[in-house]
């Protein structure tokens, strides 16, 4: 199993924990985290998501989640045609950080695309047909994922 975290689920477990949604979204990431070590769970990292903590303005939160996007064991790298791929995905209505996300975890033969991001996954929601990756919430997933 090739797990894609964007950037809003590694920076889910940083975000202010009151509301119910953002606490279980957190819990969420950290088990699929952790469980990824105990599973055959692989996680893939990108060259967008490397630009994307980069912009993280508080230092610190950018380095809490560079240590967590540094967990991944695969990482793909933005060439032309995932750039060219992210452009028919703009053309659908994505944003553009999301539709470059796809693009890679498209290209790296991502199974699951985990996002916290309701716009990702009712645009993901729309255009699954024409999607090479399944695009969740990590909650819903990890509900999932936890039957098997």
Request: proline content about 1%.
């Amino acid at each position: 199993m090739i797990i894609y975290l964007d950037v809003c689920c590694l920076n889910r477990p940083f975000d202010n924990l009151t509301q119910d949604r953002v606490r279980l979204e957190s819990e969420a990431v950290l088990t699929i985290l952790s469980r990824g070590e105990t599973e055959s769970w692989t996680f893939l990292n990108s060259e967008v998501v490397d630009a994307e903590v980069s912009k993280i303005v508080d230092g610190e939160r950018r380095q809490k989640v560079c240590l967590v996007a540094a967990m991944a064991q695969s990482y793909v790298l933005l060439d032309e045609t995932a750039e060219k791929r992210a452009l028919a995905l703009r053309a659908l209505g994505f944003k553009a950080f999301d539709a470059l996300h796809v693009a890679c975890a498209e290209k790296g033969h991502a199974d699951i695309l985990l996002t916290t991001d309701d716009h990702l996954l009712r645009k993901a929601s729309q255009n699954k047909a024409t999607l090479d990756v399944r695009v969740e919430n990590p909650v819903k997933w990890l509900m999932e994922a936890m039957k098997e």
